[in-house]
């Protein structure tokens, strides 16, 4: 956020210079990262909010880890979280 700021000053002050294409661009470079960050986040608290959708549905059954998930609806996060039967259940 800082250097889309930092970016966004630059190109207001050499807005009226030859300057000015160069400077929007570094602030549109800092802003599309800023974006990328954003989406790489949400998808990250997703998955979280998705995973533990998950696990409400089996109590008290544990799940093996899976590998990183993006965009997917509930029903496939189940299948790849990978349903293991609890210990005390496996005589």
């Known amino acids: 956020m800082a250097q889309l700021i930092s970016a966004m000053r630059l190109a207001q002050q050499y ?3 030859l300057l000015d294409d160069t400077y929007r661009k570094d602030m549109l470079k ?3 990262v800023l ?7 949400l998808e990250t608290v997703d998955d979280a ?3 533990r959708i998950a696990l409400s549905r089996y109590p ?4 093996a880890p899976s590998s990183p998930v993006s965009r997917v609806s509930d029903t ?3 299948d790849r979280v990978g349903v293991v039967p609890p210990s005390s259940a496996v005589s």
Do not use: N, Y
């Open 30 to 32: 800092a802003a599309h």
């Open 76 to 78: 496939q996060v189940e």
């Open 35 to 41: 974006a990328v960050d954003a989406k790489h986040l």
């Open 15 to 17: 807005s009226s210079t």
């Open 60 to 63: 008290g059954v544990t799940f």
């Open 49 to 51: 909010r998705r995973r």
